[in-house]
C-alpha cells in the first residue's frame, strides 16, 4: 500500500518542494510521534488512502466524536486523522468554507474538524477569529474522546478552546496574538456579543419599571395626602 509512504515521503525534508504552512511543512504542524503514530494507525491506511477535498467529505461526514490520541497506546482519532489528510490536501478555501459553514449547519463534527483545520492552517490571524467566532453561538454538544475515556463538550466551547488554548487534540497550535491586540492595531474591528442587543432590553425594561415604581410612589404618596386632607377636613368639619 502506498499511501503510508507518500506521506512519510511528505516529510522528507530532502523531497518535500510543495507549500508551506507558518514557513514550514504542513504536516509538521502535527508533533512527530503524533504524526508516527497516524501514519501507522489501521485509519489511516484503509479510510484515508487516496481521498481528495471531495472525497474526505464522505469520511468525515461519519464523524462521531473529536478527540487527539485515546489510551495507553496513544492512538490517533479518526478526527485526527482526517485533520492530518486536510494538511496533505490544502484544500481550497472555498471547499473548508463550505465545511465549515453549509455542511456545517447540518454535520456538527464536520463543522468541528474544519474549525480545527483552519485553526492550524489559516496563517494570517484576524482571518482565524473572522472566520471562527461566528461559531461560538453554535451550542450542539460534541463527544470528545480523551486520553482516559469520554468527555462531553460544545461546538462553542471548543471553537473557544481553539481561539483561547494552546494545545487541543494533542496538538501544539500555532500562535497567534490576542484579540485585544488586533483591535488595538486595527487589524480587526471589535467583536459585538450576541448577547449584546439582549443585554441592551434587559437594561431598558429594567429602567422602565423603575420608572414605574417610581410613578406609583408618586401616586401613593399623593393619596395618602390627599386622605388626610380629607380626614382633617372632616375632624374640622365635625369639629
Excluded at 69 to 75: D, E, L, R
Aim: with cysteine.
Amino acid at each position: 500500500m502506498a499511501h503510508a509512504p507518500d506521506a512519510k515521503r511528505a516529510l522528507d525534508e530532502r523531497g518535500y518542494t510543495g507549500t508551506l504552512l507558518h514557513g514550514d511543512n504542513p504536516l509538521k504542524l502535527f508533533e512527530k510521534p503524533v504524526r508516527d503514530r497516524i501514519v501507522d494507525s489501521y485509519y489511516w491506511k484503509e479510510q484515508c488512502f487516496g481521498l481528495n477535498a471531495a472525497t474526505l467529505l464522505d469520511r468525515a461526514v461519519e464523524l462521531t466524536f473529536i478527540g487527539g490520541t485515546y489510551g495507553i497506546a496513544q492512538k490517533p482519532t479518526p478526527f485526527l486523522c482526517l485533520a492530518f489528510k486536510m494538511l496533505q490536501l490544502l484544500p481550497e478555501r472555498e471547499v473548508v468554507m463550505f465545511y465549515l459553514q453549509q455542511a456545517g449547519e447540518e454535520y456538527k463534527y464536520l463543522r468541528a474538524l474544519a474549525a480545527f483545520y483552519v485553526r492550524l492552517a489559516w496563517e494570517k490571524d484576524e482571518d482565524v477569529y473572522v472566520t471562527l467566532e461566528p461559531y461560538l453561538s453554535d451550542a450542539r454538544k460534541l463527544k470528545r474522546r480523551t486520553r482516559e475515556g469520554w468527555a462531553l463538550t460544545y461546538v462553542d466551547e471548543f471553537v473557544d478552546d481553539l481561539l483561547c488554548k494552546t494545545r487541543v487534540c494533542a496538538t501544539t497550535l500555532p500562535k497567534i496574538n490576542p484579540r485585544g491586540f488586533l483591535e488595538d492595531e486595527d487589524r480587526i474591528e471589535a467583536r459585538v456579543s450576541a448577547l449584546g442587543e439582549e443585554l441592551e432590553e434587559m437594561g431598558g425594561s429594567e429602567g422602565k419599571d423603575g420608572d414605574g415604581v417610581e410613578e406609583v410612589g408618586e401616586m401613593r404618596l399623593s393619596g395618602n395626602n390627599e386622605s388626610e386632607d380629607s380626614d382633617d377636613d372632616v375632624e374640622m368639619n365635625g369639629g
